[in-house]
Structures are given as C-alpha cells and as structure tokens.
C-alpha cells in the first residue's frame, strides 16, 4: 500500500510540471498569434470586380483631403511646414508617387466579373493608413506589374491595354507650342506698377508665383502671404489656371472667392481658368490685371529664317563643337508689337552662349514692361538706353568666369501704323546688316582686337596694343559678355556695346535683315551676302513658301562651299509686306 501511494506521489509531481508548461507555451501561442502570417498571404490577395478597375490599388494621401494639398510638397507657405510633411515615408521608399491604375473593362467582361490579382511586397506592413505606395524607379513600374500580377479568366486585349496605360504614364509628355503669353500688372496696392510675363511654352519659369517672400510676382504688402498664389499653364485645356496655395487673407478673382472654404487651414484652393481681362484680388488691397495674348497675336508679322552649322576644319574632318546659339521672340512677353532676335557666338564653351541668349531677351522684355519707357521709345524712335542697360544688366549677372561670348541682338518694334523700326547693339564680331529699298545699313561693329575701331578704343585707354599685337591674353576679341577671370586680369576688355542707329522701314518699304556668326563673315562679304540674299528672295518669292528659310539655308550653304572654318549661324528677316501679318492687339 505504502508503495502505491509512493508511485501515485512521483506521478502527480511529474504532470503538474507538465501541466504547466505546456499551460505557458499555450499562453505563448496566443500572444504571438502565428497563425497570422498564414491569414496574411491569402489577405493579400483581393478581388476587383469590373467597376472597381479604375480605382487606383492606393489610396493617394493628396485625393483623401483636397486636390491642391498635393502641391505643398514642393512649396513652403511662408516658412511654416506644409501640412503633409508629417506624412513621412518609410527609409525604402523614394520621392516619386507611383499611382498605379488599371485600364477599362475589355467588352468581354461583364458586370461582376472579377479579376484576381496577386499584389506581392515584402514591406507591405511597414505602410501606414495614411501613407502612399511608391515605387522604388521610374523604369521598373512596368516589368514589376508584369512579374507580380497573376491575372486569370482575362482577354488578350485587356492585357495589352494594361501595358500600354503603365507605357504612357511614365512617358514624357510632349509640350506643344501653344505661344500663349501671359502679362500681369499691379494696379492697386503699394506694389502698383510692377509687371510680371511669362510664355505658355517657358517651361523652365512656370509655374509662377505671386506673394511677399521669394516669388516671381514680388508683392510688398503686408496682407499677401510669403506664398500666396500660384499661376500655371495647362496643356491639357490649353488654359492659364490661377490657386491659392493657403494664403491667409485669401484670394479673389473678379470679387468671388477661390481660397479653401476652410479659412485659417492652410489648405490650397482648387484651380481656376484664368481669362483675359480678369482682375486678381490678393488680400484687400493689391489687384492685379490679367492679360492673356492669343496664339494669333503672337504671330511675327513678317518671314523669319534661321539656319546653323558647326561646319568642319577641313574636308571629311571632325566637326567642331557648336558654340553658336541663335534665338528670336515675337511679340516680347505681354509687350505687343516688340520683338528680338539675336546671335551669341561662344567661345571656350557654349555655356556663355546659352546664358546670354536666355537673359537678354529677359532683360530687354523687364525694361520695356514700363508702360513709359515704350512711349518714351515709340514717341523718339530709340531705344539706345533699353540696349545698353540690357547688356549692362546681362553682363552683371553672368556667371562665366572661363567662358563669353560674342553677342548681337536686333530690336524690333511697330507702331499703330504697321511701320517698323529696328536697332541693333553687339559686342564682338557677330555682324548684322539691312536694306531698306536696295540701300544696305550696317547695324554692327568689329569688336576683333584687329580692328580699326577697337584700336582706337584701346589708346584712350592709355594702355595702346603694341605692334603687331592682334590678341589680348590669347583672345581676339577686346569686347565680349562674360569671361570674368580674363576681365579682372586684363581692364581693357570691355562688355560695352555698340549701338546703332535706328533704321525705319515704312509699310510700303522692300527691306531684309541679315545676322551671322563670324563663321559666316569669314568667307563671305556684306556686299556679297547682300547680292545672294536678294537673288534667293527673287528665286523663291513665287513659290509662296517661307522665303526666309530659304534664303538662310542657302547663305549656310555658300559658307559651307567655301569651306568656313567656325561654327555659322544666320537669321534672316524679310520685311517684304505680303509677308506681313497684323500686329495691332485689341485694347
């Protein structure tokens, strides 16, 4: 008896420990729960039923509060944190959203159909409610759909269409030059008088901006936020849009109210079609008119031609490098019947070249934004000041220390007569020459160390070239835009242009106007380069196709025959009237 109760003794002490353990490993298995990472891979599969396909797989953070929430991303309102930057993303992700959508039904499948996606990701859980998928590159979004998706009892075309949707979503978007232009002016409030223009097809200024801090419409008024409001083009409507980007005081266009009916939120406001002749109201007291150019009206009332080589050193050897850059814009944003066209001959590189070409044109467009110095230049017939502070200003915020340029560029303007008017200013040795009823004007002077001019120049510096001298510090030209080192090592260079008279050319008139690089002047004289442009123009004028372009393609072709050795550039204007479309604009 004794022994059996012994037994019955060590049995219990060996189950309770028993027991008990495996008591704690059930209380483990409920706290862990790991029958969940079973539940998760069929969870991550789902099934989208045909009314469902042109959801996207995620929900955008932007879409679930407001459509100009979005843009904040980019844009700081005022030094404070927009509101989505809390929304941060995990370490994998990058910048770039990727908002996958899934093309329409085929019309084979009918309504409650359904398609069953496999929608595999290793960090899916790392995702919170308010995050957005993003893809890890722009070119694998594509082939990881492809990899990924397991799509089953679908049509061959609802494949294909889902390829080419993703294709055209990552593919760059041609802009298409719509040449609207856009003009701003303040006409109340302490910044009244300040002018603001921007072109549809100036993809590097848009959008722009208007506010007190750091925008391209500068407004000096306490009750405009440091970024108030926001102007874009929109290619799809082919439509100048206007936003509130949260401004504090709002903002009105024509009286009513376009800021987030939230008030004090700092949420953007949805986009609005901006028209001619609007009137945007920021805080109380600035107002600014709109004035929008139709395509028509920026049409250059007269034939242009342009053409370019980088030509060779010699027969079948390797081109040079092209330093050239040839431009022309008519009318000048928001100021009609005023237009450019220039050449910028660069040396030691192109980025000279590109700089200059890019601000001139600026430059020239911001002087003659007011209102008096056009009446000043229409009522005196000149425009000598505009030239010279626009190369003044060119020079002073060029950023070329080991690279310049040559640079010519010919004004252009109308008065309410359909005369023109035209005058040049240059530095360097890119010439431009006209005729006005067969007599020939030239516009321009050498700026060549050679030359006469430029000698002369150099001995009232006191500082006269020695004989036989032709270069100072490797170079041929004594005036140039940019380079800045050779400038602080040698006073004689100088960014002065020359500036010409002003030459009319009546309604009535026959008359052209040549520019070209030294490429092009090398070879061929200005009596020369006057004969061929007006025995092409007398060839072609019947074929009623742009004479211009002829007449600059065969010019490039002469210097080619006669074998120039630098890069040729020329623009051609023909003044010829039956050319000539209206540049008068409606008030």
């Not at 391209?216 to 102007?231: Q, R, T």
């Not at 700092?266 to 600014?288: A, C, F, H, K, M």
């Not at 009318?331 to 009609?336: A, C, E, T």
């Not at 210097?559 to 023909?574: G, P, Q, W």
Request: charged share 25%; proline share 4%.
């Amino acid at each position: 008896m004794s022994m059996v109760l012994m037994l019955q003794g060590s049995t219990a002490g060996v189950l309770l420990p028993l027991l008990m353990l495996l008591l704690i490993i059930l209380l483990i298995l409920i706290a862990c729960k790991p029958w969940r990472f079973f539940s998760s891979l069929s969870s991550l599969s789902r099934t989208l039923k045909v009314g469902e396909l042109e959801r996207p797989l995620v929900l955008d953070d932007a879409n679930a509060r407001d459509q100009g929430n979005e843009l904040t991303r980019s844009n700081d309102l005022e030094g404070a944190y927009s509101q989505n930057e809390g929304l941060l993303p995990s370490p994998w992700t990058h910048e770039l959203v990727y908002k996958q959508r899934l093309p329409s039904a085929s019309p084979q499948l009918n309504q409650g159909d359904s398609i069953v996606l496999d929608v595999v990701s290793d960090r899916i859980e790392e995702l919170s409610a308010d995050q957005t998928l993003r893809c890890l590159s722009l070119t694998e979004p594509l082939a990881e759909v492809q990899k990924h998706a397991r799509q089953e009892d679908q049509s061959p075309n609802l494949k294909y269409d889902l390829e080419n949707d993703l294709r055209q979503e990552f593919a760059p978007k041609v802009i298409t030059d719509q040449r609207s232009c856009l003009s701003l002016e303040v006409i109340s409030g302490p910044s009244r008088g300040l002018r603001c223009s921007v072109q549809s097809i100036s993809a590097s200024r848009l959008p722009l901006t208007l506010g007190r801090v750091s925008s391209d419409l500068l407004l000096k008024d306490s009750e405009v936020s440091g970024k108030h409001a926001m102007i874009n083009w929109n290619a799809d409507k082919n439509k100048w849009e206007l936003v509130d980007m949260g401004s504090l005081n709002g903002t009105l266009l024509n009286s009513q109210l376009i800021s987030h009916p939230d008030s004090g939120s700092r949420l953007w406001g949805d986009p609005v079609e901006l028209s001619n002749g609007d009137i945007i109201t920021l805080g109380t007291t600035s107002n600014v008119h709109v004035h929008v150019t139709s395509k028509l009206e920026s049409q250059t009332p007269f034939s242009v031609g342009m053409a370019s080589d980088p030509m060779a050193l010699r027969r079948g050897g390797k081109k040079l490098a092209m330093e050239d850059v040839c431009y022309y814009q008519w009318p000048l944003p928001g100021i009609p019947q005023f237009g450019v066209f220039g050449i910028c001959d660069g040396h030691g590189g192109v980025a000279a070249a590109k700089s200059a070409s890019k601000m001139l044109p600026e430059k020239v467009t911001s002087i003659l934004s007011d209102s008096l110095v056009r009446e000043r230049v229409l009522l005196q017939c000149d425009a000598s000041d505009v030239l010279r502070v626009a190369f003044s200003q060119t020079e002073a915020d060029m950023n070329n220390y080991y690279e310049g340029c040559a640079a010519t560029l010919l004004l252009v303007w109308a008065d309410n007569d359909e005369n023109f008017f035209a005058q040049c200013a240059n530095v360097g040795d890119a010439a431009c020459i006209m005729t006005v009823d067969g007599k020939q004007i030239k516009m321009t002077e050498d700026h060549r160390v050679s030359s006469y001019s430029e000698r002369l120049r150099l001995n009232e510096t006191g500082e006269p070239l020695r004989d036989g001298e032709k270069r100072l510090y490797g170079l041929n030209l004594a005036r140039m835009l940019g380079d800045k080192f050779m400038k602080q090592q040698e006073p004689r260079f100088s960014s002065e242009p020359y500036i010409s008279e002003t030459v009319h050319v009546k309604q009535a008139s026959s008359a052209f106007a040549l520019l070209a690089s030294d490429g092009f002047w090398d070879v061929i004289s200005l009596k020369k380069a006057v004969q061929l442009a007006m025995q092409a123009k007398q060839r072609y004028s019947a074929d009623g196709e742009n004479v211009a372009e002829k007449v600059a393609s065969i010019l490039l072709t002469e210097a080619k025959t006669l074998r120039t050795e630098d890069n040729t550039s020329i623009v051609f204007l023909d003044f010829d009237r039956k050319f000539r479309i209206s540049c008068k604009v409606d008030s």
